[in-house]
């Protein structure tokens, strides 16, 4: 089993503060994922990396892929009350497996 | 365009007692998958289905069966719930094995 352990498990800080997410493995994937989900609803893709060292920016979140391709952040500048919820980072294996492996989770609350 | 549907939303069984949760996709998806949510756990597969007729074991499949007769619907069974069981299940489906996932927003199992 691919783990993916994610930190922290839980943020709460107040609206306009940056933060980063952590998403570390012992094992290299061809891609990661990061989904958002809200309370009572299925997770969202925000985005996909798939290159060693690449960085995505999707408005104040910035996402990097490591460079081994075993790790990888997603950065929140200014963070608004709409980021609320919790962040998923998912690992998408090499080879034949079709199973994604999901990381623990970092709950994100921000307050106005 | 509905995406992933899943029924029921909400659902209360004793010991023992079976029923079965049904997931339809209007994506023409592939992919299909089940996956419990428990706190601090992340998302687990269950079971996953790489097109119509097809089912395959995942990381938590024990005490679950489940089938593809259609290629837009994938239904999972629980025979004899038992308390650990209950956890909010979501079903996901994908167009390719690397394509991103796409949820439905879970249905809620409490098992008494």
């Known amino acids: 089993t691919q783990l993916l352990e994610q930190s922290p498990q839980f943020l709460s800080i107040q609206e306009g503060e940056n933060l980063t997410v952590y998403c570390n493995s012992s094992?290299?994937?061809?891609?990661l994922q990061w989904y958002r989900q809200e309370p009572g609803e299925g997770p969202v893709l925000l985005v996909t990396v798939v290159t060693g060292g690449e960085v995505k920016k999707l408005k104040r979140l910035t996402f990097q892929f490591g460079d081994a391709r075993k790790d990888s952040s997603l950065h929140i500048t200014a963070a608004q009350p709409g980021d609320t919820g919790l962040y998923l980072c998912?690992?998408?294996?090499?080879?034949?497996?079709?199973?994604?492996?999901f990381g623990t989770g970092t709950k994100l609350q921000v307050i106005p | 365009n509905a995406g992933v549907t899943q029924t029921p939303k909400f659902r209360v069984l004793k010991t023992g007692q079976s029923m079965t949760l049904l997931c339809a996709q209007d994506?023409?998806?592939?992919?299909m998958y089940w996956y419990r949510q428990d706190p601090g756990m992340g998302l687990r597969l269950i079971h996953y289905?790489?097109?119509?007729?097809?089912?395959a074991k995942g990381e938590v499949p024990d005490g679950y069966n489940v089938s593809r007769l259609k290629k837009q619907n994938f239904l999972l069974g629980l025979e004899s719930a038992a308390p650990s069981q209950t956890s909010v299940y979501f079903c996901?489906?994908?167009?390719?094995?690397?394509?991103?996932?796409?949820f439905g927003n879970g249905t809620r199992l409490t098992v008494t």
């Open positions: 998912a690992g998408v294996p090499f080879g034949g497996y079709q199973k994604v492996t």
């Open positions: 996901a489906s994908s167009y390719y094995r690397n394509s991103p996932l796409h």
């Open positions: 994506m023409n998806h592939e992919y």
């Open positions: 289905s790489v097109g119509e007729g097809t089912t």
């Open positions: 094992s290299v994937f061809s891609s």
